[in-house]
């Protein structure tokens, strides 16, 4: 099994930044990507930015330039460093680790960009 948790959001006025980091715990050498979703209210929930175990990144097209994903293998964390915050970024953001049996999720962290 694969446990993750995330932390780091809260409320950041338009412009802003904020830093969530997931901890990872578990199973870490079965895992072989992990990212970052979000789901804002009545919406589905989507991709925001993706990394594999090479260390290549992609990102939806929403965050590009504003947003970065990194992992940090000395402390199993996976972080995204979001920059230049706007209202339309509000959502609940996950943090997913892809393994040979499937997907796994953590609990999930309130992200509101709001003046």
């Known amino acids: 099994q694969v446990q993750l948790v995330e932390s780091g959001g809260g409320l950041v006025q338009p412009g802003g930044s904020l830093r969530l980091s997931c901890a990872i715990s578990g199973s870490i050498s079965r895992i072989y990507a992990m990212n970052w979703y979000r789901q804002a209210p009545g919406n589905k929930r989507e991709l925001v930015a993706h990394i594999t175990n090479g260390g290549t990144t992609n990102y939806a097209d929403s965050v590009k330039g504003r947003f970065t994903i990194s992992r940090d293998n000395t402390k199993n964390t996976l972080n995204l460093q979001m920059n230049g915050l706007q209202p339309e970024d509000t959502a609940v953001y996950y943090c997913?680790?892809?393994?040979?049996?499937?997907?796994?999720w953590g609990q999930g962290t309130q992200v509101t960009v709001s003046s």
């Open positions: 997913n680790a892809v393994t040979g049996w499937g997907n796994h």
